[in-house]
């Protein structure tokens, strides 16, 4: 099995540069907020305009209403008006009218940011978690639960809302600038052609620095990362953690990540934090220029006061709109970053699938045979070696050996947790790659030993075995897994919330909550991997009655380490480091002498047991 293929990378830089590749990727998630977005664009546009609108009216406010000619004025319904008495009167309305105008605008504005960018991330959220939930349990194995849970936590907002963030700033800041670059223009082009060239100037090294901050995006990512694992372990470990002190342990850890999480926000602001100021320092010098250059241009008459006024007053205003261009280079460069990653994710395909023309696999009636199957979880190191078992039909089998000797691995081919490396597993004759894997595991009860239960009722657990189980369904399922006395003692019964992992159970009741989902069910198929592994003596007795019920008229496959619970077996397989070594009743394997299964129950029942 290659790795590679559904193995995250913790820093994926390969496509983070690829824009096209990546704009592609995201443009069918674009497309549903499409028409919001460009109506954000076009209410951008006037809403950038405006601060233009302010530099621009100096000029007549300064030259007309301050310094202004009493002698104009203009006839309005018989009325003589002078001009500048008019334009005091007009001010403050304009001014109330143009902050109204531009208060709509950005609270229009800002709610189609937030409404495009949540929808955005919210499908990309969706199909994420769709790919999740398809993915096999190979890429479980090999991916920390912390890695992939950045890639929900942040990235997927960062790649939609701020790129709408960032494209809405961008037509903003755009606008601005082509408005006051117009009003400069409209001054005095001598004077903007320095204003623009220093501008000019002060934004070049901001091009400067994207593959740092996509290195250190990265590193920080997988930082978080890191440390929502340790939050899952200290968890799911906390008992262990409390058994064996190890809280200093989990501190360090965590103190550690803190530490990197903060030298690498640090290690940004270093490299990103110097740019303001020397945007800064750049446009002060192009100021101190205009300045100088300006009075003289006052003093020679080629310019007004008030046109000076208005040409400094935009200069001023140009900074912002610069500086969050500047800015916008960055964020879009941190977004395709996090584009990369999410779509890293979604590239990565499931190894076990369907084959285009599956098979439903809707009776079990014929046998079920493994015939030279190799298998290894990890390259060259094989766990099953040539193993080879024919099962008939209704058969129970039960799997013996040594610990780590390739049991439960046998029982994690059936329902395709993992494929096979060579050989092959057929069901009915047919292998078992070639079924709908739908219909292959809507075809096996499986009991595993650590039983998960998901938070929710005991009764919502028991329903997962089949959905629409009816009410003497369940109720059977529970008299024969032997939960009803206990849950007769619980005020709630069978609707007692069980807490995340089924925390409030012992591993007993866990393990009939199990046995009741894997009996509502009713598979023709069922796997007992140590599924009585933590019941006492006692409860075993009573719940190998449930077990029975459960085996009764099915293909079974049980492992059990006390060997008590499988000498109803009809054939007993007995493994040793991923080989089958033998094969036959209890009986036919008890009475071979220097036998595996021999020794196995030997030591386990005392030599002087009669067969
Ligand atoms: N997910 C996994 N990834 C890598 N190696 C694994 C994985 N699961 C099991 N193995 C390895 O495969 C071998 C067989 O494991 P398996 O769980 O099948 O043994 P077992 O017979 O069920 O043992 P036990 O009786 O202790 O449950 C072991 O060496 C184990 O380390
Ligand atoms: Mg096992």
Not at 247 to 257: E, H, P, S
Not at 584 to 594: F, M, P, Q, R, Y
């Given at each position: ?241 409390t058994a064996y002190n190890l809280q200093g342990n989990q501190n360090r850890k965590f103190d550690g990540q803190i530490h990197k999480q903060f030298d690498l926000a640090m290690a940004l602001t270093k490299r990103v934090g110097w740019m303001s100021p020397i945007m800064y320092f750049i446009c002060s010098i192009g100021i101190a220029i205009v300045m100088n250059y300006g009075n003289s241009l ?27 261009l500047g800015l916008t280079l960055t964020n879009l460069q941190s977004t395709f970053v996090s584009m990369a990653r999410v779509f890293e994710l979604f590239d990565l395909m499931p190894e076990i699938k369907n084959k285009p023309d599956a098979k439903i696999l809707s009776n079990v009636d014929g046998g079920i045979e493994f015939s030279h199957v190799y298998f290894e979880y990890e390259k060259d ?84 075995g089949k959905p629409d189980a009816t009410e003497d369904e369940i109720f059977n399922a529970i008299k024969l897994a032997h939960l009803d006395e206990f849950l007769g003692t619980l005020p709630d019964g069978i609707d007692t919330i069980v807490g995340e992992r089924g925390a409030s159970l012992s591993g007993g009741q866990r393990q009939r909550v199990a046995i009741a989902r894997a009996l509502v ?91």
């Amino acid at each position: 099995m290659e790795d590679s293929l559904l193995k995250l990378k913790n820093t994926n830089t390969k496509d983070a540069f690829r824009y096209s590749y990546l704009l592609n990727k995201m443009y069918p998630y674009i497309k549903t907020v499409l028409g919001r977005s460009i109506l954000l664009i076009l209410l951008a546009i006037p809403l950038g305009l405006l601060d233009g609108v302010v530099a621009f009216s100096l000029r007549p406010y300064m030259d007309f209403v301050v310094n202004g000619n009493e002698a104009q004025t203009f006839e309005l319904m018989g009325h003589t008006i002078r001009l500048q008495a008019f334009f005091i009167k007009l001010i403050p309305f304009a001014i109330i009218f143009f902050a109204l105008v531009q208060g709509l605008l950005k609270y229009i504005c800002n709610y189609l940011t937030e409404w495009t960018g949540n929808k955005m991330s919210n499908h990309l959220k969706i199909d994420l978690f769709r790919k999740l939930t398809s993915m096999d349990t190979k890429f479980y194995d090999i991916n920390s639960s912390g890695l992939v849970l950045s890639r929900f936590l942040t990235d997927p907002d960062q790649a939609s809302k701020k790129l709408i963030e960032t494209l809405k700033s961008f037509i903003l800041a755009a606008f601005e600038l082509v408005a006051l670059v117009f009003v400069l223009l409209y001054n005095s082009w001598k004077l903007a052609i320095i204003g623009v060239g220093v501008m000019a100037i002060a934004i070049t090294p901001v091009t400067l620095i994207r593959k740092k901050i996509k290195a250190v995006s990265n590193a920080t990512m997988v930082v978080g990362g890191d440390m929502t694992t340790n939050f899952n372990e200290t968890f799911a470990g906390n008992k262990i953690i409390t058994a064996y002190n190890l809280q200093g342990n989990q501190n360090r850890k965590f103190d550690g990540q803190i530490h990197k999480q903060f030298d690498l926000a640090m290690a940004l602001t270093k490299r990103v934090g110097w740019m303001s100021p020397i945007m800064y320092f750049i446009c002060s010098i192009g100021i101190a220029i205009v300045m100088n250059y300006g009075n003289s241009l006052i003093l020679s008459g080629e310019m007004t006061a008030g046109s000076f006024a208005s040409f400094v007053t935009s200069l001023l205003l140009l900074y912002k709109p610069t500086k969050s261009l500047g800015l916008t280079l960055t964020n879009l460069q941190s977004t395709f970053v996090s584009m990369a990653r999410v779509f890293e994710l979604f590239d990565l395909m499931p190894e076990i699938k369907n084959k285009p023309d599956a098979k439903i696999l809707s009776n079990v009636d014929g046998g079920i045979e493994f015939s030279h199957v190799y298998f290894e979880y990890e390259k060259d190191v094989p766990v099953l070696k040539d193993f080879n078992l024919s099962v008939r039909p209704k058969e129970t089998i039960a799997l013996v050996g040594n610990s780590g000797g390739g049991k439960s691995t046998v029982v994690n081919l059936i329902p395709r947790f993992y494929d096979v490396k060579s050989g092959s597993i057929t069901i009915n004759g047919i292998d078992i790659r070639d079924y709908d894997l739908i219909s292959l595991r809507n075809a096996i009860s499986f009991v595993f030993q650590d039983n998960y239960l998901f938070s929710g009722s005991i009764k919502e657990n028991i329903l997962m075995g089949k959905p629409d189980a009816t009410e003497d369904e369940i109720f059977n399922a529970i008299k024969l897994a032997h939960l009803d006395e206990f849950l007769g003692t619980l005020p709630d019964g069978i609707d007692t919330i069980v807490g995340e992992r089924g925390a409030s159970l012992s591993g007993g009741q866990r393990q009939r909550v199990a046995i009741a989902r894997a009996l509502v069910k009713n598979a023709p198929i069922v796997i007992l991997d140590e599924a009585t592994s933590a019941l006492d003596n006692e409860s075993e007795a009573i719940v190998q009655q449930a077990i029975d019920n459960l085996m009764e008229n099915r293909t079974v496959f049980v492992i059990a380490h006390r060997l008590s619970t499988i000498h109803n077996a009809d054939r007993i397989a007995v493994l040793n480091e991923g080989e089958l070594v033998e094969l036959g009743t209890h009986s036919e394997l008890i009475s071979k002498a220097g036998g595996r299964y021999k020794h196995l129950y030997e030591m386990q029942f005392g030599s002087s047991v009669e067969v």
